[in-house]
C-alpha cells in the first residue's frame, strides 16, 4: 500500500507539471458558429421567425447565451425554443422525462424533445420560418445531443423548414476515429446513424453527414479560427457543462473510456474518470491497461467497495483515444473477471448492443478475444467509414502542422512545413524563441549561428553541412529562404541544442521537450 501511495504521489506531481494542452500565447482563439452567424450570415435570420434548439452549452466565446443574443436583437423574431435530453438549463438527470412549457421571461413555448415527442412535430414548427442548432456535443455516438439533431433534420425535411447548424468544436478532436460503426439494426436514439463509436467530426459535419439520407435543406455555419486537430483548450473557448455527469473536459474524455459496459457489470464512477466491477482484481486490471501502452493515459488501480477498477489519469489529450481506451478496459475486464453479456432477442435489443451499434462484440467477448483481436474484427467497417466520412468534411478545418515547443504552440510566419525530404522546416526566428536560443544572421555569407547554453550550431543556407561546436555533421536536408523568411530544420537544430523531438503523423504535430 505505501508503494502504491508514493507512486500516486509521484504520479499527481508529474500530472501537475504537464500541460493539460499546448496553447500559443498569441492565439486569437476560434469563433464560433454562432458568432459567425451574426456577423457573416445574419441574412439567414433577418425579418425571419426563428426556432432554435440549444440548452446551457449554446453560448458564444464569452460565455452569454444564444438565446438572451436573439431575444434582444431588433431584426429577428424568436418564436420557440426547443430542448434536447437533459432540458433546456441541462440540469434533468440521464434518462429523466422533461415537460414541455413556456419561458417565464420570453412567454414563447419551450418544447421538448426528450419528453412525449422526440423529433418535433408539425404543430411545434408550424410557426417558425428557419430552425438553428446550437448545441455542444462531446464526440460520442451515443450522446443523444447529435440524435436531436438528426431527429430535427428529419422533421424539418417533412414540413418544408431549413436547417441551420451553428458550428462548434468536437471537444475530442477531428483526428481520433475509432470503434465499431453502427449496423443498421441498431439504429436507436442512441445512435441514430451508421456512425463508429468516436466519430471525429463537428456538428456540422455531422449534419452534413445525416443529410445524405435526409435531404433536408441545410446550411452550416462553420468556425473561423478551428482545425480538427486542435484540442478544446487550444480553442481558447469555455467549456460549459454539457449534462449532469459531464461537468468538465475530464468527463468529456473519459465518457467513452469508461462507460461502455452498460449491463455487463463493468461501470463507470465519479463522473467517467473510474472503470472497473465487482470482483475485479484492480492491481491486475490496471498492469494490464498501462501494459497495452495506449496513448496519453495512465491507468492507477483503485478499489471501490467491492469494486476493483482503475481511475484514469489522462496527461495527453493530443494522443488519448477515448474509443479505444475503453475498449482495451471492457475486454481485459472479461478476461481476469466474472461478466455476463446481455442478449438481444428478435424483439427486444439490449441497450449494451445498442451502445456497441452491434451484438458481435458481445460475441467476441464472450469469446475471450485479446483487445487487440477485436480491434482487427471492427478495423474493416472502420476503415470503409473513415473513407465515407472525408466527403462531409470542412475543409477549412484541414489541420495545419503544428510545433508546440515547451507546452505551447509556435507561430510563426511562415508556418511550419514538411519539405521533400519529409523533415519539418520552421523559421529561425521560432527557433530562437520557442527553444529559448540566441539567433545570428550573417547576410553576406547567408551563414546561421544558434547558440544555446553551451552549444553553438553553425548552418548555412542551400549547405547539408552543419558545425555543431566546430565538428562538422551532414543533413539530409538544407536550411532555406522562404518568403524572405529563414527556414531551418526542426529536429536537426532542436536534437543538436539538446532537445527531443517526437512527431504525431496522425495529429501533424511536433513536440519538443526541453531538457
Excluded at 430552425?131 to 460520442?140: K, P, S, T
Aim: hydrophobic share 40%; net charge neutral.
Amino acid at each position: 500500500m505505501k508503494k502504491i501511495l508514493c507512486f500516486l504521489l509521484a504520479l499527481m506531481l508529474v500530472v501537475m507539471t504537464i500541460p493539460a494542452t499546448a496553447v500559443s500565447k498569441e492565439a486569437a482563439g476560434v469563433k464560433l458558429g454562432n458568432e459567425v452567424l451574426l456577423e457573416s450570415y445574419r441574412h439567414l435570420i433577418t425579418g425571419k421567425k426563428v426556432g432554435l434548439v440549444t440548452n446551457q452549452t449554446g453560448v458564444d466565446s464569452r460565455g452569454k447565451s444564444l438565446i438572451d443574443i436573439l431575444a434582444a436583437a431588433p431584426d429577428v423574431e424568436l418564436t420557440a425554443l426547443y430542448a434536447p435530453e437533459h432540458g433546456l438549463d441541462g440540469v434533468a438527470r440521464a434518462g429523466a422525462w422533461v415537460q414541455s412549457y413556456t419561458h417565464p421571461e420570453l412567454r414563447i413555448p419551450v418544447y421538448s424533445l426528450y419528453g412525449a415527442t422526440r423529433m418535433p412535430t408539425q404543430a411545434m414548427l408550424q410557426e417558425i420560418d428557419v430552425l438553428l442548432f446550437d448545441i455542444q456535443d462531446i464526440g460520442a455516438r451515443t450522446y443523444t445531443y447529435m440524435s436531436t439533431l438528426q431527429y430535427c433534420m428529419v422533421a424539418a425535411q417533412q414540413y418544408n423548414k431549413p436547417v441551420v447548424v451553428l458550428d462548434r468544436p468536437n471537444p475530442l478532436g477531428g483526428m481520433i476515429v475509432e470503434g465499431p460503426v453502427l449496423e443498421d439494426r441498431y439504429k436507436t436514439f442512441v445512435g441514430v446513424d451508421n456512425l463508429p463509436m468516436a466519430h471525429g467530426m463537428t456538428a456540422g459535419e455531422l449534419a452534413r453527414f445525416f443529410n445524405r439520407n435526409v435531404g433536408v435543406a441545410l446550411t452550416v455555419v462553420p468556425m473561423e479560427g478551428y482545425q480538427r486537430n486542435m484540442t478544446f483548450e487550444e480553442t481558447g473557448l469555455p467549456f460549459v457543462q454539457t449534462s449532469p455527469n459531464v461537468p468538465d473536459l475530464t468527463s468529456a474524455y473519459g465518457y467513452m473510456a469508461t462507460g461502455l459496459g452498460e449491463g455487463t457489470g463493468v461501470f463507470q464512477a465519479d463522473k467517467f474518470r473510474w472503470v472497473g466491477g465487482r470482483g475485479l482484481d484492480a492491481n491486475r486490471f490496471a498492469e494490464l491497461l498501462n501494459g497495452a501502452d495506449l496513448p496519453g493515459v495512465h491507468f492507477v488501480p483503485e478499489v471501490r467497495g467491492t469494486a476493483g477498477g482503475v481511475r484514469l489519469y489522462i496527461y495527453d489529450p493530443y494522443r488519448f483515444n477515448p474509443a479505444k481506451s475503453g475498449i482495451y478496459a471492457l475486454a481485459y475486464a472479461f478476461q481476469i473477471g466474472d461478466f455476463q453479456v446481455p442478449k438481444s432477442t428478435q424483439s427486444h435489443i439490449v441497450m449494451f448492443d445498442k451502445v456497441m451499434g452491434t451484438d458481435k462484440f458481445g460475441v467476441w467477448l464472450e469469446e475471450g478475444l485479446t483487445p487487440q483481436q477485436i480491434e482487427a474484427r471492427y478495423r474493416p467497417a472502420l476503415q470503409q467509414f473513415k473513407q465515407e466520412r472525408e466527403k462531409y468534411l470542412l475543409s477549412q478545418y484541414a489541420p495545419r502542422l503544428s510545433v508546440v515547443v515547451g507546452g505551447f504552440t509556435l507561430v510563426s510566419d511562415p508556418d511550419p512545413y514538411i519539405d521533400s525530404q519529409n523533415r519539418i522546416m520552421i523559421p529561425l526566428r521560432a527557433v530562437a524563441e520557442g527553444l529559448g536560443a540566441q539567433v545570428h544572421w550573417e547576410e553576406q555569407t547567408r551563414r546561421i549561428t544558434i547558440k544555446r547554453n553551451d552549444i553553438t550550431l553553425l548552418f548555412t543556407v542551400d549547405s547539408p553541412i552543419v558545425l555543431v561546436n566546430g565538428a562538422e555533421h551532414k543533413m539530409d536536408t538544407v536550411p532555406r529562404i522562404m518568403n524572405s523568411r529563414t527556414v531551418v530544420p526542426l529536429r536537426f537544430a532542436a536534437e543538436y541544442l539538446g532537445a527531443a523531438v517526437d512527431w504525431n503523423d496522425t495529429m501533424r504535430r511536433a513536440v519538443v521537450t526541453i531538457p
